[in-house]
C-alpha cells in the first residue's frame, strides 16, 4: 500500500500558476502508473494527468499544454505545474497509485 499526500493548492487569478505536490510513502514499486484527477463541485471526478515509470505522461485535452506532471524519485514526490488557470480548472485535485487515493487539495481560481 503506498501513502499519498497532497499539497499546494489554494486561490489564484484566472492566468495564474501553481504547482501541486504529491509525496508517496509506503511500499513503492519500481514500476508505476500514477495519475492526478480532479473533481468540480458537482461534477464527476476527472482524469487530469498520468506519468508512468518509463516517463510516458498523457494529457486530458483540457489541459494540454498548460499542464505539466512530473516525478522526482529522488523524493518520492509527483507534481502538477499548472499555468495559464482558468476558472474552470476550480476542483479538488486528488493524486492517485492504483487504488491508493490522497486526501485532495482545492484549486480555486477566481478573480
Known amino acids: 500500500q503506498v501513502q499519498l499526500v497532497e499539497s499546494g493548492g489554494g486561490l489564484v487569478q484566472p492566468g495564474g500558476s501553481l504547482r501541486l505536490s504529491c509525496a508517496a510513502s509506503?511500499?513503492?514499486?519500481?514500476?508505476?502508473?500514477m495519475a492526478w484527477y480532479r473533481q468540480g463541485s458537482g461534477k464527476q471526478r476527472e482524469l487530469v494527468a498520468v506519468?508512468?515509470?518509463?516517463?510516458?505522461?498523457r494529457y486530458a485535452d483540457s489541459v494540454k499544454g498548460r499542464f505539466t506532471i512530473s516525478i522526482d524519485n529522488a523524493k518520492n514526490t509527483m507534481y502538477l505545474q499548472m499555468n495559464n488557470l482558468k476558472t474552470e480548472d476550480t476542483a479538488v485535485y486528488y493524486c492517485?497509485?492504483?487504488?491508493?487515493w490522497g486526501q485532495g487539495t482545492q484549486v480555486t481560481v477566481s478573480s
Open positions: 509506503g511500499s513503492i514499486p519500481s514500476i508505476y502508473v
Open positions: 506519468i508512468t515509470s518509463d516517463g510516458t505522461t
Open positions: 492517485a497509485h492504483g487504488k491508493d
